[in-house]
């Protein structure tokens, strides 16, 4: 299984950035998918996630400000960001569960500036 995130970089505080992930390798429309989060000397922490049923859950950090969605034509999953803040800057990592493992995309950064 394959992850590849894209769509970080710098913005300005209050704008927005939507991140993608493109899935390879599992039957995607199956898999639980989420986003997560490591900011400089912290944890790394879940932004958001969904089922394949499509239920989602947000950090309360970022409830009513971010999306998560999920294309599974286009096996890709996604983090609309709305009114970003500056301590929303970090490494944002997309995540799958298949057969019982995780797997990981690298990472793409996105770096709010005040």
């Known amino acids: 299984v394959q ?19 493109k899935v390879s390798g599992a039957v995607f429309r199956l898999t639980p998918i989420a986003w997560y ?24 950090s970022v409830t ?3 999306t ?4 599974n034509v286009r096996n890709t999953m996604y ?7 500056p301590e929303d800057s970090a490494v944002y990592y997309c995540n799958v569960r298949w ?3 995780d797997f990981w995309g690298r990472g793409t950064l996105v770096t709010v500036s005040s």
Request: net charge positive.
């Open 68 to 71: 998560i969605e999920r294309d």
């Open 79 to 85: 983090l609309q960001m709305n009114n970003l803040k």
């Open 37 to 60: 989060r490591q900011a400089p000397e912290k944890q790394r922490e879940l932004v958001a996630d969904m089922d394949s049923g499509g239920t989602r859950n947000y950090a309360d």
């Open 3 to 21: 992850l590849q995130a894209s769509g970080g970089g710098l913005v300005q505080t209050g704008n927005s950035r939507r991140l993608s992930c």
């Open 99 to 101: 057969r019982s493992r």
């Open 64 to 66: 009513g400000r971010f």
